[in-house]
């Protein structure tokens, strides 16, 4: 699976952004794919994962009612709507991927970057205030 993020840029905090990532390789019926965060000088953080099959999206309490993933099947692309945007989320935004064999995951299994197999290149977002 290769993966393709896009969509960053600089914004004035309360705005909002959208990124992309766009999947190619493997089918990805089974795939879960998430977004994932890092600032400089911070741990890597989930920001939000979505199942390919049913669209069950997965969110830590951060960006809960702010962030939204979304995909599109026809184009294997998964998307990370951002609204109320703070200077707080400055970073580089990854997406992953890993394939789902379970039916069940927990919110921690999620939010550990270790358990995603494949990964895309960041894109920076910048956060003015």
């Known amino acids: 699976v290769q993966l393709q993020a896009s969509g960053g840029g600089l914004v004035q905090a309360g705005g909002s952004l959208r990124l992309s990532c766009a999947a190619s390789?493997?089918?990805?019926?089974?795939?879960?794919m998430a977004w994932f965060r890092q600032a400089p000088g911070k741990e890597r953080e989930f920001v939000g994962a979505?199942?390919?099959?049913?669209?069950?999206?997965n969110y830590p309490d951060s960006v809960k009612g702010r962030f939204t993933i979304s995909k599109d099947n026809a184009k294997n692309t998964v998307y990370l709507q951002m609204n109320s945007l703070k200077p707080e989320d400055t970073a580089v935004y990854s997406c992953?991927?890993?394939?789902?064999?379970?039916?069940?995951?927990?919110?921690?299994?999620?939010?550990?970057?270790?358990?995603?197999?494949?990964w895309g290149q960041g894109t920076q977002v910048t956060v003015s205030s």
């Open positions: 979505i199942r390919w099959s049913g669209g069950a999206t």
């Open positions: 992953a991927a890993f394939l789902a064999l379970a039916t069940y995951y927990s919110d921690s299994y999620y939010s550990n970057p270790a358990n995603y197999d494949y």
């Open positions: 390789g493997r089918t990805f019926s089974r795939n879960v």
